[in-house]
């Protein structure tokens, strides 16, 4: 007896979606593109916000910037919520084995007094600005136009979030778990010199209207300087005084901003090109919250790295800007 197989081949019906075949043509579309394009409503809202009824839900006036096409913001990363998470969890994996063996070797006693009181007054209190980023970014998540830029920002505010834990946790580490660094480092923020200028401007971009002026303000302003200085430059300098395994602690939030960078940059070039009115208002509100930053960061910079500090890292960000095609 003979067997015989045959196979056939079924043709689908439909390709994709009819909103992402109107995109991208009539063909398979990726899990990024049916995650994210035109999934936000756009008519057919029942009411317009009791609170400002005279916006409607989702409004493009809500910002100054005009945009064509909102969806012109895509992600280089690819993320909608499986790749996000995935990418995640593997930072956490390897940041909870790092933490676990900081643990586990008593690490922490090989830092001088010094060096743990820098740690409580410049490391954790950056716990209260991760908190005022994951705020910003959520604000632009339910104003901001456009899923495949308000699912980035939920993504970078629920990180900051992330980040902010961790900063408490390298609190509770280095006071073993009594949680007295985490109160030192409040009182610092609340009441060191050197973190007034940062604490205003956190509470100033708490209150920005314009969801696009803060998401500059904050991603791009205040957190190139910020991760610039603390985790870069400070983080070499306590590797230079023998702290080099603090480097395991802050891992995360080096490799955390190699990643964000992407899309910030992203957002950045794409807004800037839409058209020389979006250009000449971004770096309107750049250079405003640049001239904030700078004096905010000022006392900090110079009381953990010395006078030069600061000068580095605005360069960096005036290098970020230039490379987007701002301030040429």
Not at 26 to 31: E, N, S, V
Not at 167 to 193: P, T, V
Not at 195 to 220: K, N, S, Y
Not at 309 to 324: G, T
């Amino acid at each position: 007896m003979s067997i015989e197989i045959k196979t056939a081949t079924l043709e689908p019906v439909r390709n994709t979606f009819a909103h992402i075949e109107r995109r991208f043509g009539d063909k398979p579309a990726t899990r990024y593109q049916e995650a994210t394009y035109d999934v936000a409503s756009a008519t057919n809202f029942h009411y317009r916000p009791l609170w400002q009824p005279d916006k409607l839900l989702q409004d493009a006036s809500r910002t100054q910037l005009v945009m064509a096409d909102w969806y012109a913001f895509r992600d280089p990363r690819q993320f909608y919520y499986g790749t996000y998470v995935q990418a995640r969890a593997k930072m956490q994996e390897v940041a909870e084995s790092n933490y676990a063996f900081f643990e586990k070797r008593n690490l922490a006693r090989l830092l001088s007094d010094e060096q743990n009181a820098a740690l409580i007054r410049f490391l954790v209190p950056l716990r209260h600005v991760e908190h005022t980023a994951n705020l910003n970014n959520m604000y632009g998540t339910g104003l901001g136009m456009g899923t495949a830029l308000t699912q980035a920002m939920l993504y970078d505010g629920m990180d900051r979030l992330g980040i902010a834990q961790y900063l408490s946790r390298i609190g509770l580490i280095l006071d073993g778990n009594s949680g007295e660094a985490l109160a030192q480092a409040k009182q610092h923020w609340m009441d060191d010199a050197v973190w007034q200028g940062m604490r205003a401007l956190c509470e100033e971009l708490m209150v920005t209207e314009d969801w696009f002026e803060l998401l500059l303000a904050q991603d791009i302003v205040v957190d190139t300087l910020v991760y610039e200085l603390v985790y870069k430059q400070w983080d070499a300098q306590l590797a230079d005084n023998g702290a080099q395994d603090v480097a395991m602690l802050t891992e995360f939030m080096q490799d955390w901003w190699k990643d964000n960078q992407r899309w910030g940059d992203s957002v950045l070039k794409t807004a800037a090109a839409e058209s020389a009115d979006n250009t000449a208002l971004m770096e309107q509100w750049i250079s405003n919250w640049r001239g904030k930053a700078a004096e905010a960061l000022a006392p900090l910079a110079s009381e953990m790295l010395g006078e030069q500090a600061l000068e580095s890292a605005m360069a960096v960000l005036d290098k970020r800007l230039n490379k987007a095609g701002l301030f040429k």
